[in-house]
């Protein structure tokens, strides 16, 4: 059987941590009040064969019913299909949180696997954060390791 994990780059003033349901993340070392500038990576299993440009039609529309407003958005084919979306996105307690998302598409039969990064941080933090969430996003990939059954 084999275990699948992201692997991606961690900047200085940055440290890995695990949340329940991803494959794991890094985050700011800094935080602005309680909130350290974040990135989970999680994998996804979608119905289909989806194209990059089926994917970002599909993320706009949730983002859209969310209530985001989207600022960026780019398909790119390299290292494998998918899409990046940035946006602005109010909080709870009504601070600008900027969320960017990076979604990468693996064939699997009949169905794609998506690798999603996941960067969310404060719209006030974004001068401090914008350079190294750009090198997480763009440096997440998925490797798999064969273990032993008992």
Partial sequence: MAQVAATFEVPNG???FEWEGTLG????????GDFHPN???????????VSAQQADEILGQQLTLAGAEVLERETFEEPRPGVEVATLQRDEAGATVRVRYRLQLLAAGANTLVLTAVATYLLEQADGVD????????SVDLTTSATRDA
């Fill in 14 to 16: 940055w440290e890995k």
């Fill in 39 to 49: 990135v989970l990576v999680t994998l996804d299993k979608w119905p289909g064969q």
């Fill in 25 to 32: 993340g890094v985050r700011h070392l800094t935080a602005t």
């Fill in 131 to 138: 350079a190294d969430v750009t090198s997480i996003l763009r």
